[in-house]
């Protein structure tokens, strides 16, 4: 999966782009994100609608990445925000940002109001349960993050962020 990322274009996935002297693999081929308030830190939930995508997610990348060294950034448009999640880890083959264009959700904006400077990363899987309803399965895969900022259009916060747009826009066609 992921080794085969390099290889595609990026609206099937991901693409390698470098930055300064190092490259990184684009990654939007997940769902979404979704958002858990019942714990002591809320919990960011990357969704997968395939549970082989979660695992090599988790096994190839996230499981590798130091928790210090992990980096969320929301950066905010009118009535949406990209989803923007690195780590500049030294272990080889996990340069990888997972990165989502959204629409503003009032789950979104109570995680902004109740973020308190950390917050858990989880894993889940959408499945249609009945009709048109879906529910998640949860994986108790977890990642505190502290390096969590959110950002207004423009504000780059460092090379990925700003990178990020020229992505966005290849992505979107415009």
């Not at 880890?89 to 629409?103: A, G, R």
Request: net charge neutral; proline share 2%.
């Amino acid at each position: 999966m992921f080794d085969k990322l390099e290889e595609t274009q990026l609206s099937k996935g991901s693409e390698l782009v470098p930055l300064a002297e190092k490259s990184f693999k684009w990654f939007d081929a997940f769902a979404g994100i979704g958002y858990y308030f019942h714990d002591v830190r809320p919990l960011l939930l990357l969704v997968f609608e395939k549970r082989n995508e979660l695992f090599y997610s988790w096994k190839k990348v996230l499981k590798w990445w130091p928790e210090d060294d992990m980096r969320i950034r929301f950066v905010e448009t009118n009535d949406s925000y990209k989803f923007i999640l690195y780590c500049e880890s030294l272990v080889p083959d996990t340069d990888t940002v997972f990165l989502k264009f959204l629409n503003m959700s009032e789950n979104y904006k109570k995680f902004k109001v109740e973020y308190e400077g950390a917050a858990n990363l989880g894993l889940a899987i959408r499945r249609k349960s009945h009709e048109d309803k879906f529910e998640l399965e949860i994986f108790k895969y977890r990642k505190r993050i502290a390096n969590l900022r959110f950002l207004n259009e423009g504000e780059d916060d460092d090379k990925v962020v700003a990178s990020s747009g020229e992505i966005f826009r290849r992505i979107s066609g415009k």
